[in-house]
Protein backbone atom coordinates (compact mmCIF):
# COMPACT_ATOMS: atom_id res chain seq x y z
CA UNK A 1 0.00 0.00 0.00
CA UNK A 2 0.63 3.56 0.17
CA UNK A 3 3.18 4.69 2.12
CA UNK A 4 5.55 8.09 3.42
CA UNK A 5 9.40 7.42 5.13
CA UNK A 6 10.75 10.35 6.42
CA UNK A 7 14.69 10.98 7.91
CA UNK A 8 14.83 9.72 11.65
CA UNK A 9 14.95 12.31 14.11
CA UNK A 10 15.63 14.07 16.34
CA UNK A 11 17.44 17.01 13.72
CA UNK A 12 19.56 19.31 16.07
CA UNK A 13 20.48 23.37 14.52
CA UNK A 14 21.86 25.87 15.38
CA UNK A 15 19.99 29.29 14.59
CA UNK A 16 20.48 30.39 11.21
CA UNK A 17 21.82 26.99 10.04
CA UNK A 18 19.86 25.31 6.58
CA UNK A 19 17.48 22.85 7.11
CA UNK A 20 16.64 19.33 5.21
CA UNK A 21 14.33 16.76 6.23
CA UNK A 22 13.80 14.02 3.67
CA UNK A 23 10.71 12.27 2.78
CA UNK A 24 10.46 9.49 0.33
CA UNK A 25 6.70 7.76 -0.91
CA UNK A 26 5.44 4.79 -2.36
CA UNK A 27 2.11 5.37 -3.73
CA UNK A 28 0.20 4.18 -6.91
CA UNK A 29 -1.03 6.95 -9.37
CA UNK A 30 -0.24 10.68 -8.13
CA UNK A 31 -0.59 11.25 -5.22
CA UNK A 32 -0.84 15.03 -3.80
CA UNK A 33 2.11 15.53 -1.13
CA UNK A 34 2.15 17.94 2.26
CA UNK A 35 4.09 18.78 4.77
CA UNK A 36 2.47 19.52 7.95
CA UNK A 37 4.22 20.96 11.68
CA UNK A 38 3.07 20.47 14.79
CA UNK A 39 4.42 23.08 17.19
CA UNK A 40 4.51 21.83 20.96
CA UNK A 41 0.63 21.86 22.52
CA UNK A 42 -1.06 23.24 19.46
CA UNK A 43 -2.56 20.83 16.88
CA UNK A 44 -1.30 19.96 13.29
CA UNK A 45 -0.83 22.55 10.87
CA UNK A 46 -0.45 22.58 6.83
CA UNK A 47 2.59 24.15 6.50
CA UNK A 48 3.15 22.91 2.44
CA UNK A 49 2.23 21.31 -0.33
CA UNK A 50 2.32 20.43 -3.89
CA UNK A 51 -0.39 18.69 -5.90
CA UNK A 52 1.77 17.32 -9.25
CA UNK A 53 5.09 16.24 -10.37
CA UNK A 54 7.79 19.35 -10.44
CA UNK A 55 5.21 21.56 -8.15
CA UNK A 56 6.93 23.16 -5.12
CA UNK A 57 4.80 24.64 -2.67
CA UNK A 58 6.48 27.36 0.08
CA UNK A 59 5.09 28.34 2.98
CA UNK A 60 7.09 30.48 5.91
CA UNK A 61 10.57 30.38 3.83
CA UNK A 62 10.18 26.42 4.05
CA UNK A 63 10.12 24.64 0.35
CA UNK A 64 9.58 20.96 -1.01
CA UNK A 65 8.82 19.93 -4.45
CA UNK A 66 7.56 16.88 -5.93
CA UNK A 67 9.77 15.01 -7.82
CA UNK A 68 8.41 12.21 -9.00
CA UNK A 69 11.70 10.42 -10.86
CA UNK A 70 12.91 9.97 -7.50
CA UNK A 71 9.43 9.81 -5.18
CA UNK A 72 10.98 12.14 -2.81
CA UNK A 73 9.53 15.44 -1.19
CA UNK A 74 12.58 17.25 0.86
CA UNK A 75 11.56 19.75 3.02
CA UNK A 76 14.39 22.75 3.01
CA UNK A 77 14.58 26.06 4.76
CA UNK A 78 17.78 28.14 4.29
CA UNK A 79 17.99 29.64 7.80
CA UNK A 80 16.06 28.41 10.46
CA UNK A 81 14.90 30.16 13.86
CA UNK A 82 13.99 28.71 17.38
CA UNK A 83 10.36 29.40 16.50
CA UNK A 84 10.64 27.10 14.09
CA UNK A 85 11.23 24.34 16.71
CA UNK A 86 8.22 21.35 16.33
CA UNK A 87 7.51 18.07 14.74
CA UNK A 88 7.57 18.07 10.72
CA UNK A 89 5.29 14.92 9.68
CA UNK A 90 5.34 14.45 5.40
CA UNK A 91 2.54 13.05 3.81
CA UNK A 92 0.12 11.75 0.69
CA UNK A 93 -3.56 11.80 0.06
CA UNK A 94 -4.73 7.88 -0.54
CA UNK A 95 -5.66 7.02 -4.05
CA UNK A 96 -9.47 8.67 -3.32
CA UNK A 97 -7.90 11.57 -2.14
CA UNK A 98 -9.72 11.77 1.29
CA UNK A 99 -7.74 9.88 3.66
CA UNK A 100 -4.02 11.04 4.38
CA UNK A 101 -0.85 8.81 5.31
CA UNK A 102 1.81 10.30 7.36
CA UNK A 103 5.00 9.60 8.24
CA UNK A 104 6.22 9.00 11.45
CA UNK A 105 7.70 12.62 12.38
CA UNK A 106 10.95 14.55 12.69
CA UNK A 107 11.42 16.06 15.42
CA UNK A 108 13.54 19.88 14.55
CA UNK A 109 15.17 21.40 17.51
CA UNK A 110 16.77 25.01 16.69
CA UNK A 111 18.80 26.49 19.16
CA UNK A 112 20.14 30.15 19.63
CA UNK B 1 -13.48 30.59 13.05
CA UNK B 2 -13.03 28.86 16.25
CA UNK B 3 -10.99 25.81 15.22
CA UNK B 4 -12.19 22.22 15.41
CA UNK B 5 -12.68 21.73 19.40
CA UNK B 6 -12.00 17.99 20.96
CA UNK B 7 -13.26 17.14 24.30
CA UNK B 8 -12.21 15.75 26.42
CA UNK B 9 -8.24 16.75 26.18
CA UNK B 10 -7.43 14.16 28.31
CA UNK B 11 -8.92 10.66 29.06
CA UNK B 12 -8.26 7.97 31.46
CA UNK B 13 -9.75 4.91 32.20
CA UNK B 14 -9.68 1.54 32.86
CA UNK B 15 -9.71 -1.82 31.02
CA UNK B 16 -12.88 -2.94 29.65
CA UNK B 17 -14.80 0.25 30.17
CA UNK B 18 -16.02 2.66 27.56
CA UNK B 19 -15.15 5.66 26.39
CA UNK B 20 -16.72 8.80 24.19
CA UNK B 21 -15.06 11.51 22.28
CA UNK B 22 -16.35 14.42 20.98
CA UNK B 23 -15.50 16.94 18.12
CA UNK B 24 -16.41 20.04 17.37
CA UNK B 25 -15.53 21.08 13.61
CA UNK B 26 -14.85 24.50 12.08
CA UNK B 27 -18.83 25.27 11.36
CA UNK B 28 -19.22 24.78 7.62
CA UNK B 29 -16.84 22.14 7.21
CA UNK B 30 -18.89 19.22 5.79
CA UNK B 31 -15.87 16.83 6.23
CA UNK B 32 -14.71 15.80 9.69
CA UNK B 33 -11.93 13.03 10.05
CA UNK B 34 -10.76 10.91 12.89
CA UNK B 35 -7.23 9.89 13.50
CA UNK B 36 -5.45 8.12 15.47
CA UNK B 37 -1.53 9.22 16.73
CA UNK B 38 0.67 6.83 19.34
CA UNK B 39 4.23 7.78 20.76
CA UNK B 40 6.68 7.98 17.73
CA UNK B 41 4.76 7.67 15.23
CA UNK B 42 2.21 9.56 12.71
CA UNK B 43 -1.15 10.21 12.28
CA UNK B 44 -3.32 6.94 11.40
CA UNK B 45 -6.43 7.57 9.36
CA UNK B 46 -9.52 5.95 11.23
CA UNK B 47 -12.57 7.14 9.17
CA UNK B 48 -14.05 10.37 7.72
CA UNK B 49 -17.78 11.88 7.24
CA UNK B 50 -19.11 14.32 4.37
CA UNK B 51 -22.12 15.72 6.39
CA UNK B 52 -23.63 13.32 8.48
CA UNK B 53 -22.68 10.01 5.94
CA UNK B 54 -19.82 8.05 6.94
CA UNK B 55 -17.75 7.72 3.84
CA UNK B 56 -14.62 5.48 4.78
CA UNK B 57 -13.27 3.58 7.76
CA UNK B 58 -9.92 2.30 7.97
CA UNK B 59 -9.87 -1.28 8.78
CA UNK B 60 -8.13 0.27 11.91
CA UNK B 61 -11.14 0.90 12.87
CA UNK B 62 -12.57 -2.43 14.68
CA UNK B 63 -15.95 -3.24 16.47
CA UNK B 64 -15.33 -1.56 18.86
CA UNK B 65 -14.95 1.64 17.34
CA UNK B 66 -18.08 3.73 16.25
CA UNK B 67 -18.18 7.38 15.15
CA UNK B 68 -21.64 9.21 14.48
CA UNK B 69 -22.06 12.55 13.23
CA UNK B 70 -25.79 12.74 13.61
CA UNK B 71 -26.68 15.93 12.24
CA UNK B 72 -23.75 16.72 10.12
CA UNK B 73 -21.91 19.21 12.63
CA UNK B 74 -20.18 17.40 15.85
CA UNK B 75 -18.64 14.12 15.72
CA UNK B 76 -18.56 11.84 18.65
CA UNK B 77 -15.83 8.54 18.67
CA UNK B 78 -16.77 5.81 20.97
CA UNK B 79 -14.75 2.88 21.86
CA UNK B 80 -15.82 0.17 24.03
CA UNK B 81 -14.34 -2.34 25.81
CA UNK B 82 -10.80 -0.62 25.94
CA UNK B 83 -8.01 -2.13 25.56
CA UNK B 84 -4.39 -0.89 26.79
CA UNK B 85 -3.47 -0.81 23.29
CA UNK B 86 -6.28 1.71 22.52
CA UNK B 87 -3.91 4.30 24.91
CA UNK B 88 -3.21 6.85 22.18
CA UNK B 89 -4.01 10.23 21.00
CA UNK B 90 -7.43 10.74 18.93
CA UNK B 91 -7.37 13.16 16.19
CA UNK B 92 -9.97 15.15 14.84
CA UNK B 93 -9.90 16.97 11.82
CA UNK B 94 -12.42 19.30 9.49
CA UNK B 95 -12.65 20.73 6.26
CA UNK B 96 -14.56 21.59 3.19
CA UNK B 97 -14.45 19.95 0.34
CA UNK B 98 -11.53 19.31 -1.66
CA UNK B 99 -9.97 21.77 0.61
CA UNK B 100 -7.02 21.66 3.72
CA UNK B 101 -7.37 19.93 6.70
CA UNK B 102 -7.83 21.62 10.20
CA UNK B 103 -6.71 19.48 13.21
CA UNK B 104 -8.21 19.59 16.62
CA UNK B 105 -5.38 19.70 19.34
CA UNK B 106 -6.28 15.78 19.80
CA UNK B 107 -7.53 13.62 23.37
CA UNK B 108 -5.14 11.80 24.65
CA UNK B 109 -6.24 8.59 25.90
CA UNK B 110 -4.20 6.78 28.58
CA UNK B 111 -6.09 3.15 29.38
CA UNK B 112 -5.12 1.24 32.61
Known amino acids: GDSVTQMEGPVTLSEEAFLTINCTYT??????LFWYVQYPGEGLQLLLKATKADDKGSNKGFEATYRKETTSFHLEKGSVQVSDSAVYFC???????????FGKGTTLSVSS | DTGVSQNPRHKITKRGQNVTFRCDPISEHNRLYWYRQTLGQGPEFLTY????????KSRLLSDRFSAERPKGSFSTLEIQRTEQGDSAMYLC??????????FGSGTQLSVL
Open chain 1, 27 to 32: ATGYPS
Open chain 2, 93 to 102: ASSRLNEKLF
Open chain 1, 91 to 101: ALSDQAGTALI
Open chain 2, 49 to 56: FQNEAQLE
